[in-house]
């Protein structure tokens, strides 16, 4: 399922999945971590799959994430000095569990400060507060403050009835109008003009919670919050740009879920082969049809074929679609099945952005 396309893959950034262990087990965990898990890498793992990809890309951003990637202690701090001493920007994300008190909230961010971290992103809401109690979040925020981060940003997911809302966490900061990351149709705001006095983004990034991962069983369809203007046909920015690398120290083309498992979107390890597997892959028309057609409109595309499985009607985002369609490898096989159809429509689209009728 080939054909001629241009040069395909440019990493800007990179998602490092540390640790699939976590202090918490939320539902809406979109790969499955929890504290029975215990795969992660250390250092010299995480350096080995790194520099390849600094060689060859031009990488600006690393971000660090999980599980929990506190649990890798000295060896994140090691590998967050490594990016920076290469002038990478860093971010690490967090559900905050280590904050247990005043003295080791003020250790852990100076210490990931001190070695070059520039972002720091928190995961809280009404998922992660039967494991991690609000106060250590409000530990962070506080003590983040002035420490010279680029950004502090509360990833907050909600759903119907959600607890932990906008104006809790405002109520919480005892800071009204915290700037919020997107709007109520999910676009990007422009936020540079909300810095604060000491030149820090501090803001909330609120977001419906997801069918993604153990969302996929824990979350009844009745409990999402779907909101008009967020666009589930959208096709795939990140695919070509954003790569993540799985706790195996594999390639693979996001974080959106646990992509390790998706055949087609696993990339194999950082060696000295990958340029190669990439190459081959930038011919690949089902990548191509993700960055171009986009997930949501393949499912439609396959939904009445034989043997298609399409667990959702309607999905919160690009990303939950994307593993309704590709976890099954009965979805994939109809694609490959039907290669010639989606690479004109692919090409089409990339040519004139328009689709045609599905049927």
């Not at 898990?37 to 890309?57: C, G, N, V, W, Y």
């Not at 090691?78 to 905050?96: D, L, P, Y």
């Not at 969302?215 to 369809?221: D, H, P, R």
Request: charged letters at 25%; proline letters at 5%; hydrophobic letters at 40%.
């Amino acid at each position: 399922m080939t054909t001629a396309f241009p040069r395909f893959f440019e990493f800007h950034s990179i998602t490092v999945l540390t640790t699939d262990k976590c202090t918490a087990k939320c539902d809406h965990c979109c790969v499955s971590s929890s504290p029975t898990r215990k795969t992660a890498m250390d250092f010299a793992q995480i350096r080995a799959s790194l520099e390849p990809l600094f060689e060859t890309h031009p990488i600006k951003v690393v971000v660090f994430a999980g599980g929990e990637p506190s649990l890798l202690k000295n060896d994140l701090v090691k590998a967050i000095a490594f990016c920076a001493e290469r002038g990478i920007q860093t971010r690490v994300v967090t559900n905050a569990s280590w904050a247990i008190d005043a003295r080791r909230t003020d250790s852990m961010l100076k210490r990931w400060r001190d070695a070059g971290l520039t972002d720091l992103n928190i995961s809280a809401d009404d998922y992660h507060l039967p494991y991690i109690p609000l106060d250590r979040l409000k530990r962070v925020w506080n003590a983040a403050k002035g420490l010279g981060f680029n950004a502090v940003i509360v990833a907050l997911a909600y759903q119907k009835g959600s607890r932990v809302e906008y104006q809790q966490l405002c109520d919480l900061f005892e800071q009204p109008d915290i700037p919020l990351v997107y709007d109520e149709g999910g676009h990007a705001k422009e936020l540079d003009n909300m810095r604060a006095a000491d030149g820090t983004l501090y803001a909330i990034c609120r977001r419906p919670s997801s069918r993604s991962g153990r969302g996929a069983q824990k979350i009844g369809t009745e409990d999402i919050a779907f909101v008009a203007g967020r666009n589930e046909y959208s096709a795939c920015p990140w695919l070509q740009s954003s790569p993540a690398i799985s706790t195996r120290g594999e390639l693979v083309s996001c974080c959106g879920f646990e992509v390790r498992k998706v055949k087609d979107l696993n990339f194999g390890p950082v060696d000295d082969k990958l340029k190669d597997r990439l190459d081959t892959l930038s011919d690949d028309v089902l990548l191509h049809a993700l960055t171009q057609v986009g997930p949501k409109r393949l499912l439609e595309f396959i939904r009445n074929k034989p043997g298609a499985k399409v667990s959702f009607d309607r999905h919160v985002s690009m990303c939950e679609a994307c593993e309704d369609l590709t976890s099954k490898p009965e979805n994939i096989r109809i694609l490959r099945e039907n290669a010639a159809e989606i690479a004109a429509w692919t090409i089409s689209r990339s040519r004139k952005r328009r689709a045609p009728t599905v049927s």
